[in-house]
């Protein structure tokens, strides 16, 4: 990897970098999958999404996120489904 280029302007007196590199985390998840499955669970009795973020902890963003990613899966599936990715 080669260093990056620095160019600096002549007014203002700043340094400024011509890429930014690229830097991909994998975030932990604080819940499990079955934990997850459980929030949809929920949701889908009838607790209202709002007050379900509230208690578990989480924004309305991600449980949406959540709910396409795991939508209609049980916790059986998504434990074979782990198995099957690792």
Known sequence: ????EVRTSSWPRRT???W??????????K????QIIGFLNQAT???PVKDLCRQGG???ATFYKWRAKYGGLRVTEAARLR???G
């Open 1 to 4: 990897m080669t260093p990056p």
């Open 16 to 18: 400024t970098r011509t």
């Open 20 to 29: 930014a590199p690229a830097i991909v985390l994998v975030a932990n998840c």
């Open 31 to 34: 819940y499990s999958e079955e």
């Open 45 to 47: 009795a009838g607790l």
């Open 58 to 60: 989480f924004s309305e």
């Open 83 to 85: 198995e099957l990715k």
